[in-house]
Nanobody, 121 residues
Framework: QVQLVESGGGSVQPGGSLRLSCAAS????????MAWYRQTPGKPRGLVAL???????NYADSVKGRFTISRDNAKNTAYLQMNSLKPEDTAVYYC???????????????WGQGTQVTVSS
């Protein structure tokens, strides 16, 4: 059983910073891309940032220059460093990872439980 656990959410004032973590655990053979998505009420979940297994990154235009995604392959963990936060960054942030399980025959997409980020003065 593969599990993704997020941490690091919370409340911060505009201009502040937060760092989210996403740790994958269980019977894992390899992890391909890892990504962060976010969702606000009444809107679909949207991609914030993605990082491939080789370290190639991609960002939503709205967070370029402010957010940085990284990963530690030895720890099966992805991070999202969020700087210069704005009220419009308020959302539930979800981690996603494409994982080949130790006993699986193919890659499966896994989601974390979500962590709330609130940016407000």
């Amino acid at each position: 059983q593969v599990q993704l656990v997020e941490s690091g959410g919370g409340s911060v004032q505009p201009g502040g910073s937060l760092r989210l973590s996403c740790a994958a655990s269980g019977s894992i053979r390899s992890i391909n891309a890892m990504a962060w998505y976010r969702q606000t009420p009444g809107k679909p979940r949207g991609l914030v940032a993605l990082i491939t297994s080789s370290g190639i990154t991609n960002y939503a235009d709205s967070v370029k220059g402010r957010f940085t995604i990284s990963r530690d392959n030895a720890k099966n963990t992805a991070y999202l460093q969020m700087n210069s936060l704005k009220p419009e960054d308020t959302a539930v942030y979800y981690c996603n990872a494409a994982i080949l399980g130790a006993y699986a025959t193919g890659i499966a997409s896994h989601w974390g439980q979500g962590t709330q980020v609130t940016v407000s003065s």
